[in-house]
């Protein structure tokens, strides 16, 4: 898909971190951009910065989503891009100091991650499908969803975040196939380690010391290299139903 002053696109997770660089990516190549954010004031600031829309939303309730989605209707008459970054990643063992992993947490996290991201993408979807053809292959939207590698290498604690991200995996390719005839594609990306605001937080010998597991390039990822790969995702047509790592070849160790 080409994007232009054209494509709307709506990016959850949007006021921070990799959401924020995919928003930027976005915006810069020409496209105007909604952010889905629980943080009103950051959120704000970004649309601001880019010229686009705000919307508070927790995309873990299905009518907070459906009113932002239809708040962007009401402005840009319709949707092209979803990309979803917005997640949370509680620490917590199935066991710990004797008591089972607390359920409610478990559920929240599932909630926000996986059930997040299956409302934005179904709702974005729908939008898309009234779209006429883009092109000669009939391409009217793509969604790009995050997922991590710890979707496939959960380290302890992980339980629920790991469960939620490989939840976001497996509804990848069913997602395509189901939105296929309409026309609209679906791609994971699962990043590895990179210097998003929870990591910034860390003292420097620590962000070394994870930049150092990371094959190559030995560092951590620039969330400007996850905006990158959403751009490509969108404007490659024949990128459909997949998970892109984007990692640096690493391997997550248990702990």
């Known amino acids: 898909m080409e994007i232009s002053k054209d494509t709307i696109a709506i990016v959850t997770g949007g006021a921070s971190g990799l959401g924020a660089a995919a928003a930027r990516a976005l915006a810069e190549a020409g496209a105007q951009v ?10 704000a600031a970004m649309a601001v910065e880019l010229g686009g829309h705000f919307e508070q939303v927790d ?3 299905a009518a907070s989503v459906a009113g932002a989605m239809q708040a962007v209707k009401d402005r840009y008459g319709t949707c092209h ?10 620490a917590a063992k199935t066991v710990s100091k004797g008591a089972a992993h607390d359920p409610a947490l478990f559920a929240k996290v599932i909630g926000v991650n996986l059930t997040g991201t299956f409302n934005v993408a179904s709702q974005a979807a729908a939008l898309m499908a009234e779209n ?3 092109d000669t292959d009939g391409n ?3 969604i790009v969803n995050t997922a991590s590698v710890a979707a496939y290498e959960g380290q302890v604690g992980q339980v629920a975040y790991a469960a939620s991200k ?8 069913p997602m395509a196939r189901d939105l296929a005839q309409l026309g609209i594609r679906v791609m994971t990306i699962a990043p590895g380690l990179f210097l998003t605001p929870l990591l910034q937080g860390l003292p420097q010998e620590v962000q070394d010391s994870l930049g150092q ?5 030995t560092r951590l990822g620039d969330p400007a290299e996850y905006g990158a790969m959403v751009r490509h995702i969108v404007e490659n047509p024949m990128l ?3 998970v892109i790592r984007l990692d640096g070849a690493i391997r997550m160790a248990p702990r």
């Open 166 to 173: 490989g939840g976001v995996v497996g509804l990848t390719l």
């Open 240 to 242: 459909n139903g997949s």
């Open 34 to 43: 909604a952010i889905f954010d629980m943080d009103a004031e950051r959120g």
């Open 140 to 142: 009217r939207g793509v």
């Open 59 to 61: 995309v873990s309730d």
């Open 81 to 90: 891009v979803a990309v979803s970054c917005a997640g949370i990643g509680p």
């Open 132 to 134: 006429a053809p883009l």
């Open 213 to 217: 597991q990371v094959p190559f390039p």
